[in-house]
Each structure stands twice: as structure tokens, then as C-alpha cells.
């Protein structure tokens, strides 16, 4: 009699997913709107661990008044309100009824759990902070970078009678932009086959931390720098500002280890959406290129070295060679979607688990819009946890650049290395001490 009730209370709940993917999606009038780009991040064994903007002002942060302002500014971006509906092994995105609410705690919630609402983005505070935690299934750090613009806008309004421009930020009433919501993984990219893909060995140096381990606490270091400052030694050397920081970082790595006999990576994100021609897509849109450090650029100069890298970046970045590697992506969600279940798909994508690339990761999100409001701003950076080795993320915002170095590790060597980098180029900075942080995993499927 119990396996009927079962059976009964199970096709209930397949009938009701079946019924709120069919009638919802990110924004109002969307449905069925299966994750695709996000996909690999929700097979993972123990959950994904949140992406967060930490945003520190210089006052103490108004609860009501952050509220307000996030009211206001989740009218502009309705695929901030949504959770996640699975059905054999898929998800779905739909509207939350659920408002976003902005609390005060320094505890950061698991995304998809019931304590924030089972959303996807989460909206903290706690002294001069903001934390704006976002699930990477959901969309990438390009994609909420935005809303986290617009949120800042309307919160200095209010904070402090901002009468900032809201130049190049999307208001409450500015319509959603062309492709905004569209997914990028739906069918393949045309591009020139005549031409030769550009591909870089992986095979790179591993730092001795670069393994997988259990580690119940991460760390990061946040460095500050003028940005006049850095923008000119960038423009001096022929280098943006991601290889400018890939250089010293590199350099740094290869001056702690003489006898490092491959090259030393950093695997830059890079964004992609120009070259699938959905500039404005909030969905996930980045792949990963490396810029191997290789030992005949001890022999150069740092101008040599910035030209060298910029002209590999440029040829991977070839709008051809990157709708050719987007198509690549197709086979991987396409296999998926022809196994019946959860556990098959998690089977599948378990190898991500154990997945290491050498040497480090380096992702720059670009200039943070905030106009006049960058006065209030203390600092801003983005960072999570649960990564093997050594990450560094970038922003800029102000006249300022921000580094986070996270760490699955707690040592400053590397920081060290790097602070000294910037010595040698005569840049002033400012560095924090190693701190701790965790960023939760999510919730959203229920694990053994």
C-alpha cells in the first residue's frame, strides 16, 4: 500500500514541475528555459560552492535603505529572482514568488536553500559591507556585474542623496537590452573552416599547493592599487591590464621556483559574447585561455614579454577560432541530455571533481559602473571558495584597482611575489593581512 501512495505522491510532483516549467521562466512570459551554460556547475558531488560581490563602503551599511534599494532595482533584472526546478536530471529556471530581501548577517546562506528563499542570488550585510552571492549556474561574473551596478546606484541615492550620472547603468525602467536572456548553447556557430583553430598546451607547471584536498577554510588577500598608476605602466609596456597582472604574477612563480620545467600558465577567463554576437547575454559566456610563462622570458624585457602574450590572447580571442571551440561545448550538452537522470548526469560530469589546471586562474571583470558614486566606495572584489591552488580576480572601480588573491591555502608567498613585482614598477599599494573565508555550497538538490 505504501509503494502506491509513492507512486501516487511522486506523479503529484512530477505533474507540478511539469506544470511550473511550462508557465515560467527568467523573465515574465518565459518557459521552459533549461539550463544549458551553467549546466556543469550543478552535477557537482557536494553542491556548488556561491560566488560573491563584496562591495565595503565607507559608512556602515542602512538595512532599510539597501532594501529599498533592492526592490527597486530587481524590477530592471527579474532573472535575479528565480530558483531552479529539476526533472530527470535537468533544471529549469523559473520565477520565484518569493521577493529578494537584503539581510543583515555576516553568515553567507546556501543558494537554492529555503533560509534565502530558495533563490539563486542572495543579498547580504553586515557592517560597512554588501554581499551580493550568486550561484555560477545562474550566470557568470559578466552577467551580474550589472545588477550589482544598478543596485549600488539606487543604494547611493538613498545612502547619501546621490546625485550620481546613470550613465552606461540600467534603471528600473530601461527595457530589458537584445538577447539579454538568450542562451548561448542552444545550436552551433557558423565560422571559417579554413582556417586553423589556435590551440595552447594545459600541459603547465603545478605550484605545490595546486592538488585536491579537503580544506574547511579558504583565504584571500586584497590588494588595492592606484589605477592612474597601474594604467601606465600597462600603456609603458604595451600590456592590459590582465597581462600586466599575469606577468608579475608569473614572474613572481618563476622566481620562487628556478627550476620550473614547464611553463607557467595563468588561464585567463575570457569573455566571449561579442564573437557569438550576444554582447548583452546574462547567462554564462567564458572560456578559459592559457598564457604560458615560458623560461626564454627570463631573457626579456617586460615590454617584450606584454607584446608576446598580448599577440597569443589575440589569436585565441579570434572571433572563428572561439565559435569553433563553442561548438565543441555542444557535444558535452548534448551527451547529457541523453542520459535519463540525476544520477547518470552526475556520474558523468564527476570528473570536474578531480579536475586540476595548472598553474593558476586570472579573471578580469572590467571597470565597475558607479560614475560619481565611487566616492562612497571603499573597495570592491569578487571571490569563492572551494577551488584547489591559487586564483586572482580583478575589478577596477573608481581610482582604484582591486586584486583578490583567493587561496585554497593560507601562505603570502605568492602575494609576496607579486607585491614585489609591483615594487620594481614603482606602483604603491595597499595589502591586507591573509583572511579567512568560506563561501557555502548550494542547496539545490537534496544530497546523501
Same mark, same amino acid.
Given at each position: 500500500?505504501?509503494?502506491?501512495?509513492?507512486?501516487?505522491?511522486? /506523479?503529484i510532483?512530477?505533474?507540478h514541475?511539469?506544470?511550473?516549467i511550462? %508557465?515560467?521562466? =527568467?523573465?515574465p @512570459?518565459a518557459? #521552459?528555459?533549461?539550463?544549458?551554460?551553467?549546466?556543469?556547475y550543478?552535477?557537482?558531488?557536494?553542491g556548488?560552492e556561491?560566488?560573491?560581490?563584496?562591495?565595503?563602503f565607507?559608512?556602515?551599511?542602512?538595512?532599510?535603505?539597501?532594501?529599498?534599494?533592492l526592490t527597486?532595482?530587481?524590477?530592471?533584472?527579474?532573472y535575479?529572482n528565480?530558483?531552479?526546478?529539476?526533472?530527470?536530471?535537468?533544471?529549469y529556471?523559473i520565477q520565484?514568488?518569493?521577493a529578494l530581501?537584503?539581510?543583515?548577517?555576516?553568515t553567507?546562506?546556501?543558494?537554492?536553500?529555503i533560509?534565502?528563499?530558495?533563490h539563486?542570488?542572495?543579498?547580504?550585510?553586515?557592517?560597512?559591507?554588501v554581499?551580493?552571492?550568486?550561484?555560477?549556474?545562474l550566470?557568470?561574473?559578466?552577467?551580474?556585474?550589472?545588477?550589482?551596478? /544598478?543596485?549600488?546606484?539606487?543604494?547611493?541615492?538613498?545612502?547619501?542623496? %546621490?546625485?550620481? =550620472?546613470?550613465? @552606461?547603468?540600467? #534603471?528600473?525602467?530601461?527595457?530589458?537590452?537584445?538577447?539579454?536572456?538568450?542562451?548561448?548553447n542552444?545550436?552551433s556557430?557558423?565560422?571559417?573552416?579554413s582556417?586553423?583553430?589556435v590551440?595552447?598546451?594545459r600541459?603547465a607547471?603545478?605550484?605545490p599547493?595546486?592538488?585536491?584536498?579537503?580544506?574547511?577554510?579558504d583565504y584571500?588577500?586584497d590588494i588595492?592599487?592606484?589605477?592612474?598608476a597601474?594604467?601606465?605602466a600597462?600603456k609603458?609596456?604595451h600590456?592590459?591590464?590582465?597581462?600586466?597582472?599575469?606577468?608579475?604574477?608569473?614572474?613572481?612563480?618563476?622566481?620562487l621556483?628556478?627550476?620550473?620545467?614547464?611553463?607557467?600558465?595563468a588561464?585567463?577567463?575570457v569573455?566571449i559574447?561579442?564573437?557569438?554576437?550576444?554582447?548583452?547575454t546574462f547567462?554564462?559566456c567564458?572560456r578559459?585561455?592559457?598564457?604560458?610563462?615560458?623560461k626564454?622570458?627570463?631573457?626579456? %624585457?617586460l615590454t617584450e614579454r606584454?607584446?608576446?602574450?598580448?599577440?597569443?590572447l589575440?589569436?585565441?580571442?579570434?572571433?572563428?577560432?572561439?565559435?569553433?571551440?563553442?561548438?565543441s561545448?555542444?557535444?558535452?550538452?548534448?551527451?547529457?541530455?541523453?542520459?535519463?537522470?540525476?544520477k547518470s548526469?552526475?556520474?558523468?560530469?564527476d570528473?570536474?571533481?578531480?579536475?586540476l589546471?595548472?598553474?593558476?586562474f586570472?579573471?578580469?571583470?572590467?571597470?565597475?559602473v558607479?560614475?560619481?558614486?565611487?566616492?562612497?566606495?571603499?573597495?570592491?572584489g569578487f571571490?569563492?571558495s572551494?577551488?584547489?591552488?591559487?586564483?586572482?580576480n580583478?575589478?577596477?572601480?573608481?581610482?582604484?584597482?582591486?586584486?583578490?588573491?583567493?587561496?585554497s591555502?593560507?601562505?603570502?608567498?605568492?602575494?609576496?611575489?607579486?607585491?614585489a613585482?609591483l615594487?620594481?614598477?614603482?606602483?604603491?599599494y595597499?595589502?591586507?593581512?591573509?583572511?579567512?573565508?568560506?563561501t557555502?555550497?548550494?542547496?539545490?538538490i537534496k544530497?546523501?
Open positions: 500500500m505504501s509503494n502506491i501512495f509513492t507512486k501516487i505522491h511522486g /506523479t510532483e512530477r505533474n514541475k511539469n506544470i511550473q511550462r %508557465s515560467s521562466g =527568467s523573465t @512570459g518557459k #521552459l528555459e533549461k539550463i544549458r551554460s551553467g549546466q556543469s550543478l552535477y557537482q558531488k557536494n556548488m556561491s560566488e560573491v560581490f563584496e562591495i565595503t565607507h559608512k556602515k551599511i542602512s538595512g532599510s535603505m539597501l532594501n529599498q534599494a527597486v532595482a530587481v524590477k530592471r533584472y527579474p535575479m528565480t530558483k531552479l526546478v529539476e526533472l530527470d536530471g535537468d533544471f529556471i520565484n514568488e518569493m530581501t537584503a539581510r543583515k548577517t555576516a553567507l546562506a546556501r543558494l537554492g536553500h533560509s534565502c528563499g530558495y539563486l542570488v542572495d543579498v547580504t550585510y553586515s557592517g560597512k559591507s554581499y551580493v552571492s550568486w550561484h555560477h549556474a550566470c557568470d561574473g559578466k552577467g551580474i556585474k550589472p545588477f550589482v551596478e /544598478t543596485l549600488i546606484w539606487y543604494y547611493c541615492k538613498l545612502r547619501y542623496n %546621490s546625485k550620481a =550620472s546613470s550613465d @552606461g547603468i540600467r #534603471l528600473a525602467n530601461s527595457p530589458l537590452l537584445k538577447d539579454e536572456t538568450t542562451e548561448p542552444l545550436g556557430y557558423s565560422f571559417d573552416e582556417k586553423q583553430p590551440s595552447v598546451s600541459d607547471y603545478a605550484i599547493e595546486n592538488i585536491i584536498e579537503k580544506h574547511e577554510t584571500r588577500y588595492q592599487v592606484s589605477a592612474s597601474f594604467m601606465k600597462c609603458a609596456h600590456a592590459t591590464p590582465v597581462i600586466l597582472t599575469s606577468l608579475l604574477v608569473s614572474e613572481g612563480i618563476a622566481t621556483y628556478p627550476d620550473f620545467d614547464k611553463p607557467i600558465n588561464n585567463v577567463a569573455d559574447r561579442a564573437a557569438l554576437d550576444l554582447p548583452n547567462k554564462n567564458v578559459s585561455m592559457p598564457l604560458p610563462f615560458e626564454e622570458f627570463l631573457s626579456m %624585457s606584454a607584446e608576446k602574450q598580448r599577440a597569443l589575440n589569436a585565441q580571442r579570434d572571433r572563428d577560432n572561439l565559435r569553433r571551440a563553442a561548438n561545448s555542444l557535444g558535452l550538452f548534448e551527451k547529457l541530455d541523453s542520459l535519463p537522470d540525476y548526469k552526475q556520474g558523468m560530469m570528473f570536474f571533481n578531480g579536475m589546471i595548472n598553474t593558476y586570472i579573471s578580469y571583470l572590467g571597470q565597475m558607479v560614475n560619481e558614486n565611487a566616492q562612497y566606495i571603499d573597495t570592491v571571490y569563492n572551494g577551488a584547489a591552488g591559487l586564483g586572482v580583478i575589478l577596477s572601480c573608481g581610482n582604484k584597482f582591486c586584486f583578490n588573491f583567493k587561496q591555502f593560507e601562505s603570502d608567498k605568492y602575494v609576496k611575489a607579486f607585491l613585482g615594487d620594481k614598477l614603482g606602483i604603491a595597499k595589502a591586507s593581512e591573509a583572511i579567512p573565508f568560506l557555502p555550497n548550494d542547496s539545490i544530497r546523501k
